[in-house]
């Protein structure tokens, strides 16, 4: 049964569709037509359709954080929306690398219009982000604070770059380390997560320890967010996730399941199969059977109610109202039982 979508998610997704159509609309070459393709706005002809455009997680954080510490939510919608445009910048890379062919149960831009195209729109996608931040200028924020949001974007996509870098040379590697393992997503999901409620708290309050506890937050929400996107990346429904079950073990990506079970008594075994240069249907199935035998999904479980539980002790030091706290509380069950 689908996790209930929080309503964190909903509140204002429709303000937030309209902002990235805004700081989108005036480009009208061929490129921003594959980025328009990738949102779910229009097919691969360019005709227009409502497709999923993702969960919109770290520009709903920004949102949630800006409101929760005392801010006014419309002036970070142009940096919830930079926060969106970043992210599929991201995935449109990690498509090609992954040589992944499909993204919300869609082509993906890659497989259609080729790596170089590909490569193209996921730049297009970056840079369009600093057009929308551009636009925090006219919502009345002080200098100072659309100067923070600027210097907290990049400095998340950098980290963002460099955690996806790790990632692809973990894959090279027979044996990572739960503490290199743990080093790497902080980056690569850590980053923008982090930034989402950082940012959000940065442009609604000057408190400095409100934004602090909002960025610690955001970095456990992060560990919280890939080490669920891993389980499922293992044991999550095709139908349901939009990947092709498994998939992860066929690229020998050293996921958190993965890590666990190289490290445990049985790893010698795994790493041997991982050695291979291509993974047949039986190495999968005998690496399955040996992450069930050693747990790895309880030890990967319990890793992400940790993260959870000191996300919830940092955003417990901010004063804020009662529906705003559930509002946290919900996303949190939402990360630890989200199949998608």
């Given at each position: ?7 964190i ?5 429709r ?8 700081v989108?609309k005036?480009?009208?070459s ?14 691969e ?8 455009s ?6 709903s954080?920004?949102?949630?954080a800006?409101t ?13 929306a930079a ?11 990690d498509?090609i ?9 869609r082509k ?16 297009a996608?970056?840079f ?8 925090l200028?006219?919502t ?6 659309i ?6 974007l990049n400095?998340a ?24 393992y743990?080093d790497?997503i ?11 409620l ?32 891993d389980?499922l990346?293992?044991?999550g ?21 993965v890590?666990?079970t ?8 795994v ?19 040996i992450?069930?035998t ?5 030890q990967c ?18 004063k ?13 069950t939402?990360?630890t039982?989200?199949?998608?």
């Open positions: 049964m689908t996790q209930a979508i929080p309503s998610f909903e509140r204002r997704r303000d937030l569709e309209e902002e990235l159509r805004k989108i005036p480009f009208t061929q490129i921003y037509d594959l980025l328009r393709y990738h949102l779910g706005w229009v097919d002809k360019g005709k227009r359709e409502n497709g999923n993702g969960k919109a997680l770290r520009p954080l920004c949102l949630y800006c929760a510490s005392g801010g006014d939510w419309k002036q970070a919608l142009p940096a919830a926060l969106e445009l970043i992210h599929n910048f991201s995935l449109i890379h498509d690398q992954d040589r992944d062919m499909e993204r919300r149960h993906t831009v890659w497989t259609i219009w080729g790596e170089s195209q590909g490569i193209n729109a996921g730049d996608m970056a369009m982000s600093q057009v929308s931040l551009a636009n200028w006219n009345g924020l002080a200098p100072q604070r100067r923070a949001a600027y210097a907290l400095e996509t950098l980290q963002m770059i460099e955690g996806q870098s790790l990632d692809l040379t973990f894959e090279n590697r027979s044996e990572v380390t739960v503490e290199e743990l790497m902080s980056k690569k999901t850590g980053a923008l997560l982090r930034c989402s950082e940012m959000g708290a940065a442009i609604g309050t000057s408190d400095t320890n409100t934004i602090a506890a909002f960025r610690k937050a955001g970095e456990k929400l992060g560990l919280a967010f890939q080490i669920r996107d389980i990346g293992i044991w429904d095709e139908k349901v996730t939009g990947k092709p079950m498994w998939s992860d073990i066929h690229r020998k990506k050293k996921s958190m399941p890590v666990m190289v490290n445990g008594k049985q790893g010698s075994q790493k041997s199969i991982y050695a291979k240069e291509k993974l047949t249907g039986t190495d999968v199935e005998t690496i399955l059977q992450m069930e050693s747990k790895s999904r309880k479980e319990e890793w992400l109610a940790k993260a959870c539980h000191e996300a919830s002790a940092e955003i417990a030091k901010v804020m109202q009662g529906d705003i706290r559930k509002d946290f509380d919900d996303l949190l939402f990360l039982e989200r199949d998608y």
